[in-house]
């Protein structure tokens, strides 16, 4: 097993072993959605179909980039790659570096779109990646968008990482205007922030995915392959709170700017309110692994229909037949979130305010 | 037994064992009431008179809608009914739906009245209901007033409840209007919040018991009675803190509404704040139904007796003599339930600074 | 033994073993003083004598008003009166309404008296008390000065106690007239408010002991008495904790009002902060009566001169040579205490910002 | 041995079992940095370099003044001077008094300058030094800066020690105008307020280590070497967190006063926030010496070594290239330290928006 494909899969196991595929961290529980006892609503009215730069998708939830460049993790993708099917989700591929080099690994990336031919799938590759690494990666899966990944602080806790972040944003540039696919920028749970977000948009990028702190945590886990006992709590904690994150890049309101919401998101309640705070969709990764890991794809079926009903409770409970209505709801902020945004510029009255329809 | 009455029995069992048969989450120990030294008043004084629309209550605190609708709850109304009589507490029924439906069960109701022919007692219906079942519920105890239950997030966790909540306002209106007593819309410990008090007030309701989270949890008894192991803590925590839910709807200050304060009330102190905050009564559930499973009619009694002492205690400490000036002390709400507060439009300052007579 | 005489013995035992007798909820953690590294004084440069209306204190720190009344407790009154003439304390007998009615006890209080014969003493009677029994109380121990005390919570919980409290400003209005030394009138844990301050100060009372909730707490004592399993934690908790209760009625800068603390006041740098929000003394009460308990006057000596050791401590840290420089040092209140201040109108900024001389 | 040799290996033993030689109550935590996705930079550009008062630092990092005045400490100073060497560090040596006064122990401090012949070494005083025993220390260790202490609180817990504070700032005056070698006062762990500073800077000085509460803590240390068994927590306690006393005296905004920070310093990520907002270096005291005290000079190295590598990954996930850009970046600081800012007049907002450049 190349050094690459034995990451692969400490990735995996220290993914479901480690406390950052609970929650915590996230400050989703300092965000409240304000119940409706009159939703004047039916459950079968509610249709949450969204798109992403004019993909659309059937659902506001998707299977975020995980795993692919090892053998031993086909069935994984493949497990993934069905419940995606089944429920009608998007889903991404972990990254296609190996993919691109190593031949013997590409079935286990391709095994996500044979097994669903017609589903939205996202290519993943990093932002260091060249135009022809971006259409290779694309075809390798047919995807129908491409997510660029930052992951500068996990690198950098790697004894193998990058070191050297440079000419990253060009890179970035450069593939969103030669793909035919649209792209996606995302963090790796560390949060995109307002300064990034402003980047990124300067630079043309029209979709991020936010995925902040609080969910699967990349430090905790490198530092745990490199036998770190007592790491910085600093590092080990660092990144902008998910819902930090989300807030203060929907408070810029750029024009034309797409919003996916990860990192720590483990509940219905938990989208429904990244969704509120102006997310399109959220995405979800270390608990669908670890369910798939527990249970296989009936496991993640299992989950994700859960949150998927839970999701439509909330939205009920809003009174929100669709995305637009809910993010329309009044959204109250509290507690370390609260205080994060009043400094960062966020309206907190304006968003407590909101006026339902 | 009928799966309803088989119901009917599982809340009794798992409101009684539930966390949320306890207090907190409701935000009452957010809510300060100002000693005051030098009451000038005795206890005799203390004339905690009040009134719902009219229907005059000796004392503010009545025992809120829970049971009746199986032959083996009969025995609980009848307990309950019995100690309301002696304190001259005012006390609903349990939704009566059964009872409209199942002749049998008739008796669970009429035993309320029966055991208590004077008292002011409610009906008990759920929005859905059409103004001849309101009639013939209200006829079925000979009630002074009827409560109409909002539960959405209940229902919805329910394998055989409620999934079409449309034209809920305008039933309700209807009911309002055609009635010949007075109607109460309730929730049922998810909270009424701004929003909704509005859309029920432009509908003709004059009297509101907001219902707020933090006392008995329905999201959390059906999930139990559906057998989920963990379910969405977002969901489990559903709906506003009582004490906010109460706060903001009072900062409205709609002209002839009336409001009545319930979830979470489990003492004397509680009711005093929530009195102080606006409501012209509180009610309770929850810990009444566990003293009677506890203690039968003696324990109802008991404790009751203590609430509404400790509730005298209160407004003699602040120099209130009755409910009007127990409205114009001096209210500090801080923690949690003053970040939502101050979010939400309500003048703490003026609360804290309201001047005593 | 009277039944009186049995309460006296209860109270000193329910004094030492309940969690009142020990620091928490009294606020004063929420309080900061401000460290002065150059604080360019000597030790024996600080000098802390203050005043009572104009009876000269030699430290700013009393014993308050704990007992007498029965023969059991004489023991303890001739300790703590020991200690209070070795470090020149003030210190006050407990209520003397026994030593009014059963000559047999009066020996109780006078050995205060007699053990110090040059001290600064105070009578202690309730608020219900008449001219001439506060005559009487003063001659029975020289005091020097008299403190009545407002106690209703803990009346409200004896079964034996008040339940009027009509006439008590009228009554406490002749005494400080009438009587010939000067009147402090007190609380007893519960903290008298910004509300309460100004009525007594309207009856021409010109100095207040706040002694506010988080020390010694009588409703805990008096339920524990009744056997009372679970109170109601909002009585349990009532009052204005001891830190609000000084910095709102210190905001409220009555000209010749004169403040003293009390109510958990623990340690050194509690009276150093209470102080510095402008008391002109601090009072103790149950941690004194705790060490007498446990290891009598030489005990009680120890305790007090290591709270007169760390006051003086603080005071030099803040560079502050007597009680005046102390009351210009800037304070920094946070968490609920700051909470409440703001909401109560103190103005927290000109606390912080307060020039060092 | 002599009782101050004794003293100083008190002071090791305790130091490096004390609580205070963990994290805790410095407020870094309330501290945070916020990510940038695209740093935009390589590890390899990283440029750290700073000075103090133009004695140029190789890092920002220094090793604080500690120990030396006992046979015992030789090997210590020895280790942590091995160290210093190594990694190109500044290091300051402990009080030099007894050096100046006890011929036999001067070893134990030019120990430092022979095992590092070309390191930054700062000698270092107590604030009562004259300007001849400020020249004979920076002599017995060939000083390029010297440190002044100000260690007030420690003094006053300890039975041998200082009462007299007087005539200190004049002596620093004049060391400082006096001597050849640039002047840097200090704190002991007890914070630098705004107020001090001020003194300071009016008084001359051009540098000061804030030195604040939450690391080592020497009234905890002299309490246990005094038998105290329960301290004053206000005074276990006391001073300004390190976070608060730095952001208070960087707010000041003095031209030309250079600021170092310590307290507390453990991970690389206090050392990158503490340099964020506005320290020129950090220094690092009781945890050095617990790893000394472990595992020799390997340890120390190894510490230090961790914590500079983890300082760099913490300003390129900053996208900071020099300490000058770190500056730039925005700061967002809540809970306590938040709390404290907003009272002592820091702009809490200005920070959270700084641009990144
Ligand atoms: C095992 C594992 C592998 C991952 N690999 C990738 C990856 O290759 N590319 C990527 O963009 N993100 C990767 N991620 C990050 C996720 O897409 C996501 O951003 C992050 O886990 C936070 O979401 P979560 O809290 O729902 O797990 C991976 C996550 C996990 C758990
Ligand atoms: C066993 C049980 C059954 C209940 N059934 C009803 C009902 O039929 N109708 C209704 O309006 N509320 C019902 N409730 C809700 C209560 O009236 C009340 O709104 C809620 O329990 C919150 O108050 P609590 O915290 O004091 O229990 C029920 C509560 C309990 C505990
Ligand atoms: C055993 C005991 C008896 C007390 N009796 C009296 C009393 O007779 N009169 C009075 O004014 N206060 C009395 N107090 C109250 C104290 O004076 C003081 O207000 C209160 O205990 C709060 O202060 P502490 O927290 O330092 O105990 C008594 C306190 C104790 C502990
Ligand atoms: C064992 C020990 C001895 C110390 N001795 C001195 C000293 O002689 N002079 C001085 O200025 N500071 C002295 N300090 C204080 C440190 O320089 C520093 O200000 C303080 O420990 C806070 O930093 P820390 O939390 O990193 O330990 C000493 C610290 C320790 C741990």
């Not at 460049?69 to 497990?79: E, F, Y």
């Not at 993919?99 to 990336?109: F, T």
Request: charged residues 25%; glycine residues 12%; proline residues 4%.
């Amino acid at each position: 097993m190349s050094e690459r494909q034995r990451r692969k899969l400490d990735h995996v196991r220290l993914a479901v072993a480690g406390p950052g595929a609970r929650a915590g961290g996230a400050g989703w529980e300092d965000v409240h959605l304000v119940h409706r006892s009159l939703p004047e609503l039916a459950t079968h009215e509610i249709d949450l179909r969204t798109s992403i730069c004019g993909v659309p998708l059937a659902r506001p939830v998707m299977i975020n980039a995980m795993t692919g460049g090892a053998p031993g993790v086909t069935a994984i993708n493949r497990d993934l790659a069905a419940a995606a099917a089944e429920l009608g989700l998007a889903m991404a591929v972990g990254s296609q570096t190996a993919g691109l080099r190593e031949p013997e690994v590409v079935e286990s990336y391709r095994v996500v779109r044979r097994v669903n031919p017609r589903g939205v799938i996202l290519a993943n590759l990093g932002s260091d990646a060249t135009p022809e690494q971006a259409r290779a990666a694309v075809e390798m899966v047919e995807a129908d968008l491409l997510q660029l990944h930052l992951n500068a602080p996990q690198e950098l806790r790697m004894r193998e990482g990058d070191r050297d972040f440079r000419g990253r944003l060009e890179r970035i540039a450069r593939i969103v205007q030669e793909l035919s696919v649209p792209v996606v920028v995302k963090e790796c749970g560390f949060g995109v922030s307002r300064e990034t977000a402003r980047q990124l948009y300067e630079a043309g990028v029209r979709a991020i995915d936010v995925s902040g702190r609080g969910g699967t945590n990349f430090v905790w886990i490198e530092d745990r392959r490199a036998g770190v006992v007592e790491g910085d709590p600093g590092l080990e904690g660092w990144g902008l709170p998910a819902a930090c994150a989300l807030a203060e890049v929907a408070a810029l309101d750029l024009s034309g700017l797409e919003l996916i919401a990860s990192g720590g998101i483990r509940h219905g309640t938990d989208a429904a309110k990244a969704l509120a705070l102006g997310a399109r969709a959220v995405a979800v990764a270390g608990p669908v692994l670890a369910r798939q890991q527990r249970e296989g794809a009936a496991g993640v079926r299992a989950y994700l229909e859960g949150l998927l009903a839970d999701l439509q409770t909330a939205c009920l409970l809003c009174g929100a037949r669709d995305l637009a209505a809910l993010q329309r709801q009044p959204v109250v902020i509290t507690g370390l979130v609260g205080e994060w945004c009043r400094l960062r510029g966020v309206d907190l009255a304006a968003l407590a305010n909101r006026s339902q329809p």
